[in-house]
Structures are given as C-alpha cells and as structure tokens.
Nanobody, 123 residues
Framework: QVQLVESGGGLVQVGGSLRLSCAAS????????MGWFRQAPGKEREFVAA????????YYADSVKGRFTISRDNAKNTVYLQMNSLKPEDTAVYYC????????????????WGQGTQVTVSS
C-alpha cells in the first residue's frame, strides 16, 4: 500500500514553467514505477509520463516530449514532473500514480493514485 500526494500546481502564463511533486508514503518507494496522467475538462484522463523504479527509463506522451521531464528521488520518496513551455492545452488536473514492477503507459496498469493537482495555463 502506498499513499500519494501531489503538489505544485497553479496558474501560469503561456510559456511558463511549473514543477509538480508527488510524495509517497507507506511501502518502500523504490518498488514502484511511477506515472503522471492528466485530465482536462470534458476529456478522458490521458498518459503524460512514466518512470521506472530506478529512474533510468522514462517515457513521454508525444504531446509533452521535449517540454516535460519526469524524475524521481527515491531517498525522498518523491517523483517530479518539470513542465516547461506550457501551453493552454496543458491545462488539466494532474495525477500521479504508482504500480509495482515496470513502468506502464496506460492508466489501467496503475494501482494507486493521488488526489490530483490543478494546472491552469492562461493565454
């Protein structure tokens, strides 16, 4: 069992940056691959990025590749999502998720979810 709490969301202008954090508590963090997903109003939740248990392997949706960076600090039980060059279409609630074993790109593979943090990009 692991509990996830996201933070770092907010309002930012187009072209700006934000860094989201997801703090985990409970079972040893390093056994979990982590993912970030987002859900915009009226849309389904979609994959954003994922990272392996060691942090060596990362995966990104095409829409964020080159702008977002996922990373983790296993000593701090935290995964991050650095978001640069933000666009209005990045506006969404961002969720972090955890699963035991390897990273996955679909939400049905994840077992634990945070409550989400709102990111709003204004033009």
């Amino acid at each position: 069992q692991v509990q996830l709490v996201e933070s770092g969301g907010g309002l930012v202008q187009v072209g700006g940056s934000l860094r989201l954090s997801c703090a985990a508590s409970g079972r040893t963090f390093s056994v979990y691959a982590m993912g970030w997903f987002r859900q915009a109003p009226g849309k389904e939740r979609e994959f954003v990025a994922a990272i392996s248990r060691s942090g060596r392997d990362t995966y990104y949706a095409d829409s964020v590749k080159g702008r977002f960076t996922i990373s983790r600090d296993n000593a701090k039980n935290t995964v991050y999502l650095q978001m640069n060059s933000l666009k209005p279409e990045d506006t969404a609630v961002y969720y972090c998720a955890a699963r035991i074993n390897g990273a996955a790109l679909t939400q049905d593979k994840y077992d634990y979810w945070g409550q989400g943090t709102q990111v709003t990009v204004s033009s």
